[in-house]
């Protein structure tokens, strides 16, 4: 039994990677390894022998299950208020080294919302093998399929995501350096405490767009705010409206650099953002309650 929690345990990081990428949630990622494990231990996990590859036996489970699970959720989102956007996943989540690998790239808010433009199977059938270098035999029996049809799955999947990068700034898991990425966000706070219009509206570019989710909670725009004056303004009315009790604090999410949003000291958003060539290209904004639990509350 000793051995099987410890082969579980190495291999959970990846199952959670997984996890987080189909499902775009921490805590639905978590509750899947957790049953995982569940189903793992059922099947005769105490018995090593029982399984010839543990890796791909709990890889293959786990994405299944994730299809399931994304299937129900997309019937749940087709009367979701507003724009859906990912839970984020916050810089000590998780924590170890085996774990921030596994989820170094690919894991932008940007990504995220790219890929729910697939089907759940081709969502896992491209994170499988473009992500997790699985190889076609193991995404034709996560999904069912002859190896052909899994190496077609894949391809229209690829062709799906890149028409939408010609609509967006996104790429697998990075917009800008980080350094560049981290002096720009700076500046914008520094801009937004200013109430500097000016300066806050040099750093978006002319087409950038803003997209808001408060799950129905919260108010936010079931539109696209689009444009470098409107944003501007956008953030400039904020600033009148909260002065010095608004606070803007720049965190790592989704290893990216990222602002948490405070009012009063309680936690208002999460704020993601494209940046390309020192100008921001979109934010996407977090307010649902329920997708903030991870972060901290208060400062």
Known sequence: MHNTVDE??????????????????????????????????????QSQSN????????????????????????????SYPGFWLPEPLPENSPA???????????????????????????????LLREVFDADFEQVAEVLGK?????????HRARRELEKGRETSSATYGHTARHEEQQQVLRSFAEALSRGDFTALQALFHEKAELLSDGGGIVPSFGQVI???????????????????????????????????????????????????????????????????TQLPERI
Request: charge should be positive.
């Open 96 to 126: 170890t080294p085996q774990e921030v690998s596994e989820l170094a790239d690919d894991v932008s808010v940007a990504f995220l919302v790219l890929l729910d433009r697939l089907s759940p199977d081709a969502r896992a059938a491209f």
């Open 51 to 78: 399984v010839r590859n543990i890796e791909a036996w709990l890889v293959t489970m786990t994405t299944r299950m994730a299809i399931d699970r994304l299937r129900a959720a997309r019937v749940r989102r087709e």
């Open 146 to 154: 002859s190896e052909a049809a899994a190496r077609q799955v894949v």
């Open 226 to 292: 689009l444009g470098a004056h409107r944003l501007a303004a956008f953030y400039f009315a904020w600033h009148r409206k909260y002065g010095s009790a608004m606070r803007v604090e720049l965190a790592r999410l989704n290893h990216q650099w990222a602002l948490l949003r405070y009012i009063d000291g309680r936690l208002e958003s999460a704020q993601s953002f494209e940046v390309e060539d020192g100008r921001i290209h979109r934010v996407h904004v977090q307010r649902n309650p329920h997708k903030l």
């Open 8 to 45: 579980f345990e190495r291999l959970r990081p990846r199952l959670f990677a997984i996890g987080y990428r189909m499902l775009s949630s921490v805590q639905e990622a978590e509750d899947l390894v957790q049953d995982a494990w569940l189903r793992w231990y059922e099947h005769g996990g």
